[in-house]
């Protein structure tokens, strides 16, 4: 089993930054894929960025030059700086990981934390 565990969400004014970070320990495959996703009230879970062991990254339109994912292998940990930050950026975050062990992948995910920009 996998445990995701998020941290850093808050509530920031438009145009603030914020670090979310994403710890992950349990059996995980040196294959997987790490990736935070956002829901808000009343959408649809979208995916925000990913990116995987190797270090590739992929952005979501609306938060691309605004948003960086990386990631520290040797702590199995997963982070998302988020600078320029809009109301519509509120929402819930979750962070995810894709365990690959030959054929079968294997979803998990975190229990989310929450990030407010207002004024």
């Known amino acids: 089993q996998v445990q995701l565990v998020e941290s850093g969400g808050d509530l920031v004014q438009p145009g603030g930054s914020l670090r979310l970070s994403c710890a992950a320990s349990?059996?995980?495959?040196?294959?997987?894929?790490m990736g935070w996703y956002r829901q808000a009230p009343g959408k649809e879970r979208e995916l925000v960025a990913d990116i995987t062991g190797g270090g590739s990254t992929n952005y979501a339109d609306s938060v691309k030059g605004r948003f960086t994912i990386s990631r520290d292998n040797a702590k199995n940990s997963m982070y998302l700086q988020m600078n320029s930050l809009k109301p519509e950026d509120t929402a819930v975050y979750y962070c995810?990981?894709?365990?690959?062990?030959?054929?079968?992948?294997?979803?998990?995910w975190g229990q989310g934390t929450q990030v407010t920009v207002s004024a």
């Open positions: 349990g059996r995980i495959s040196s294959i997987n894929t």
């Open positions: 995810n990981l894709v365990s690959i062990w030959g054929v079968s992948r294997a979803r998990y």
